[in-house]
Each structure stands twice: as structure tokens, then as C-alpha cells.
């Protein structure tokens, strides 16, 4: 099996991890899949290889902007303050190795919810708080892993044309 076959196998289990990575953010995914690209574009050199790698960060970079911009945005016209998604990200963590897989999901919701419980005083606010910023996440989410599959496919084309082409 020459370098090519290889580092593309390679890569292609790179994205997959990486796509997975942004649907459960364990890994870096948008990173991980730039990173991916760049080390292929690197093996298999020539403009092509490049243009694609170009095109993938375009992509990765757009997705990775996006779920930012989009969240924060979102959770700044809510007030939701960065202290209550952080309290949700280490709760998930910790969920993540108490129930592994499942437990991320939910142990961010119930740290989101009790942050917001604690900020508010109110139940019903706390959960509607709750809600409307997981919402706003998962549209930031959504649309970083949209991008992430065009990354994939440009990706995938990029294979198509060095080895049939």
C-alpha cells in the first residue's frame, strides 16, 4: 500500500472522528479535520492537493465561525452569562465519564438548567433560559457540521481526481 492510499485512508478516519467530534464535542472537530486535510494536501502536494485543502479550511474556518458567532450571539440577547454554558460544559464533561457517551448531553443540560436556576431564582425563567440556549447551540452546531460534511465531500472529490484523474 503506497503513502498516498494510506494517508487518505487516514485522513478520511480523521474526518469521520472529526464530524463526530463537533455532534459530541469530545475532540476539536472543525481542527482536527483542517489538520486532516493539511497533513493529506502535504503527501500528495501538486496545486490540486492545495486547492482542495484551501477550499476544506474555507469551509472549516466558515463552520467554526458561524457556530460562534451565531451562539454567542444568541446567548448574549438572552443574557445568558459565559459562566452558566461553562458550568454546563464541566458538568457534561464529568456526565461524559459517569454515564460515558449519554452522560455529556446530560449533564450539560443539567448544568446549564442549574446555573440558570441558581442566576435566576425561578424554575420556569431557568428552564426556558435553559432551552432557548440549547437551542442557539444546536443551530451553531448544526451548521458547523453542515460545513464539516462540505469539507468532507470537497474532501472526498480531492481523492476522486488525484486517483482517477
Same mark, same amino acid.
Given at each position: 500500500?503506497? !503513502? =498516498?492510499? #494510506?494517508?487518505?485512508?487516514?485522513?478520511g478516519l480523521a474526518i469521520l472522528v472529526g464530524c463526530l467530534g463537533i455532534i459530541l464535542p469530545v475532540l476539536p472537530g472543525s481542527i482536527l479535520i483542517a489538520i486532516g486535510v493539511l497533513v493529506w494536501a502535504i503527501v500528495i502536494g501538486?496545486?490540486?492537493a492545495w486547492i482542495?485543502? !484551501?477550499?476544506? @479550511?474555507?469551509?472549516? !474556518?466558515?463552520?467554526?465561525?458561524a457556530s460562534l458567532v451565531l451562539t454567542g450571539r444568541k446567548l448574549k440577547e438572552m443574557a445568558v452569562p459565559n459562566r452558566s454554558v461553562l458550568l454546563a460544559g464541566v458538568l457534561g464533561i464529568i456526565g461524559f465519564f459517569v454515564i460515558p457517551v449519554v452522560g455529556l448531553p446530560i449533564g450539560f443540560i443539567a448544568? #446549564?438548567? #442549574? @446555573?440558570?436556576?441558581?442566576? #435566576?431564582? =425561578? @424554575?420556569?425563567?431557568a428552564w426556558a433560559s435553559s432551552w432557548g440556549s440549547l437551542k442557539a447551540i444546536g443551530i451553531g452546531t448544526a451548521i458547523e457540521f453542515v460545513l464539516a460534511l462540505l469539507a468532507a465531500i470537497t474532501f472526498g472529490i480531492g481523492n476522486l481526481i488525484h486517483f482517477l484523474g
Amino acid at each position: 500500500m503506497n !503513502a =498516498d492510499i #494510506l494517508t487518505s485512508v487516514l485522513v478520511g478516519l480523521a474526518i469521520l472522528v472529526g464530524c463526530l467530534g463537533i455532534i459530541l464535542p469530545v475532540l476539536p472537530g472543525s481542527i482536527l479535520i483542517a489538520i486532516g486535510v493539511l497533513v493529506w494536501a502535504i503527501v500528495i502536494g501538486g496545486p490540486m492537493a492545495w486547492i482542495i485543502f !484551501a477550499v476544506v @479550511a474555507v469551509f472549516v !474556518a466558515g463552520g467554526m465561525s458561524a457556530s460562534l458567532v451565531l451562539t454567542g450571539r444568541k446567548l448574549k440577547e438572552m443574557a445568558v452569562p459565559n459562566r452558566s454554558v461553562l458550568l454546563a460544559g464541566v458538568l457534561g464533561i464529568i456526565g461524559f465519564f459517569v454515564i460515558p457517551v449519554v452522560g455529556l448531553p446530560i449533564g450539560f443540560i443539567a448544568g #446549564l438548567y #442549574l @446555573a440558570e436556576h441558581t442566576r #435566576l431564582h =425561578d @424554575a420556569k425563567e431557568a428552564w426556558a433560559s435553559s432551552w432557548g440556549s440549547l437551542k442557539a447551540i444546536g443551530i451553531g452546531t448544526a451548521i458547523e457540521f453542515v460545513l464539516a460534511l462540505l469539507a468532507a465531500i470537497t474532501f472526498g472529490i480531492g481523492n476522486l481526481i488525484h486517483f482517477l484523474g
